[in-house]
């Protein structure tokens, strides 16, 4: 079984030594930049002096990034903002377009716009979303990649792809995000090979959990995305989950000159849980109170899918029937959830709980 207390105490944080890039007179596209590791390395760049194109489907977004890069940006350049759905080639199209019309030129392309959505072989929509996640994880940046080449030909420019541990490890339910992934990695390296003698650099970042909009995308609600982020913060070897700007300063390393002699390569920033091997929930016990309905109900299921081992409870125990079947039919092994019927205002329910639990698994 994992031991968690190992991994509670220290947190790898950022101490107060900071490099200083300047990308003056570079211009940057950043796509999936209205929110999350996009919004953050399109901050840092414009921070770094460089002139900035942010892109997604959501124009107020846009708006407000747009707004933070102009206020960081040294000489005050603005960013150009163009509304855009990566996975229409009319719009990746129009983006290039209105990029090069507006700076006249492309020195680094990051491809970071992503999406999961968790599904199963046998799910009724599987291959509508499995169509749907490699059209926005993997297709969009062929495309771009694609119509962008001449472009960074000419600036000697370079690409950042941003992929996943999910390319590296299986996650149970995220069949098709960590097939597209495993794809971009390779896609990564067949380029690196391939456009090495135009002077052109790709390399590809591996992220672990980062708190994102990621989560909530997916349709989860705040509430449970927080959850899950403060239980994944315990199974993170350094203490914590990654931030937006964790992986927005690994983009303006490889993209920058002191990576020169890097391509084809993968930055794996994972926080140690591909090490630790602990994100598949395999060696978890989760207890989760108020798990009878709800977002309780919804938590459990989704841990049981994780491979965790769950145990539900609250007072009705015919609700907490029904939500032990959902976990057992989703577990990957078949774990069975334990069902305790307690109050949590009563001390000796409590205690009598955390008994079962620990006396069970
Ligand atoms: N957060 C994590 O734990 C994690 C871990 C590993 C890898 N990643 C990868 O990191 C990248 C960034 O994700 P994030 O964590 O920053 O999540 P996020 O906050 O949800 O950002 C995703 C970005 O992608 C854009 N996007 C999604 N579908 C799009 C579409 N069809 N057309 C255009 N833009 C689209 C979104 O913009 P609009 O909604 O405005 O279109 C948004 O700007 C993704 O590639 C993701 O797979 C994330």
Do not use: W
């Amino acid at each position: 079984m994992l031991d968690l207390g190992k991994y509670t105490d220290a947190k790898c944080t950022k101490q107060n030594m900071s490099v200083k890039y300047d990308f003056t007179g570079k211009v940057v596209l950043i796509t999936g930049s209205s929110s999350g590791i996009g919004a953050a390395t399109a901050v840092q760049f414009a921070k770094a002096g460089a002139q900035v194109v942010v892109t997604g489907r959501r124009a107020d977004k846009l708006a407000e990034v747009g707004e933070q890069c102009l206020k960081v940006s040294p000489k005050g350049i603005k960013a150009l903002e163009v509304t855009a759905d990566v996975t229409k080639r009319e719009d990746m199209r129009r983006l290039v377009d209105q990029n090069i019309k507006h700076f006249g030129k492309l020195d680094i392309l990051v491809n970071n716009a992503g999406a999961g959505n968790p599904t199963r072989i046998d799910d009724k929509y599987f291959y509508d979303k499995f169509e749907k996640l490699m059209a926005i994880n993997l297709n969009s940046v062929v495309y771009l990649t694609h119509i962008c080449v001449e472009h960074l030909e000419k600036t000697k420019g370079n690409i950042v792809n941003i992929s996943s541990i999910g390319a590296m490890r299986t996650v149970v339910g995220f069949a098709p995000y960590g097939t597209a992934k495993c794809a971009l990695d390779m896609f990564t390296k067949c380029m690196a090979a391939e456009l090495g003698p135009k002077q052109i650099r790709v390399n590809v970042i591996n992220p672990g959990p980062v708190r994102t909009e990621f989560v909530t995308a997916m349709g989860s609600p705040p509430e449970l995305a927080d959850k899950m982020m403060d239980v994944f913060n315990k199974l993170m070897p350094v203490g914590r989950v990654g931030e937006s700007d964790d992986i927005a300063d690994h983009i303006l390393y490889l993209a920058s000159d002191h990576a020169a002699f890097i391509t084809g390569s993968n930055l794996v920033s994972d926080g140690g849980v591909l090490a630790a091997n602990a994100i598949n929930g395999d060696d978890l016990v989760v207890l989760i109170t108020g798990s009878s309905s709800g977002m309780g109900a919804a938590t459990a299921v989704q841990f049981a899918q994780s491979g965790a081992s769950v145990v539900v409870t609250a007072r009705r125990a015919d609700k907490l029937a029904e939500v032990g079947k959902q976990c057992l039919k989703v577990s990957p092994k078949g774990i069975k959830a334990l069902e305790v019927t307690a109050d949590v205002t009563k001390r000796e329910d409590m205690r009598r709980l955390v008994d079962q639990t620990i006396k069970h698994f």
